[in-house]
């Protein structure tokens, strides 16, 4: 299912980088707090949801 989503047109690569990281981390307090409950808020853990996207975008990658 990932991958047709990918597939369609106009969705950009899968960005994975560093930079992609930072500027995540940047949004966290200004974007995603004010959306989660405070409790989904605090059990967030950017580093291991982006360590999910990478390790799919390295399978879909192959």
Same mark, same amino acid.
């Given at each position: 299912m990932i991958a047709r989503k990918i597939e369609v047109p106009d969705n950009g690569a899968i960005d994975v980088s560093d930079a992609r990281l930072q500027a995540l981390r +940047? +949004?966290?307090?200004? +974007?995603?707090?004010? @959306?989660?409950?405070? +409790? #989904? /808020?605090?059990? /967030?853990?950017? #580093?291991?949801? /982006? #360590? @999910?996207v990478r390790s799919v975008a390295g399978e879909l990658c192959k």
């Open positions: +940047q +949004q966290i307090d200004a +974007q995603l707090k004010p @959306v989660l409950r405070s +409790q #989904d /808020f605090s059990r /967030f853990a950017l #580093d291991r949801a /982006f #360590d @999910v």
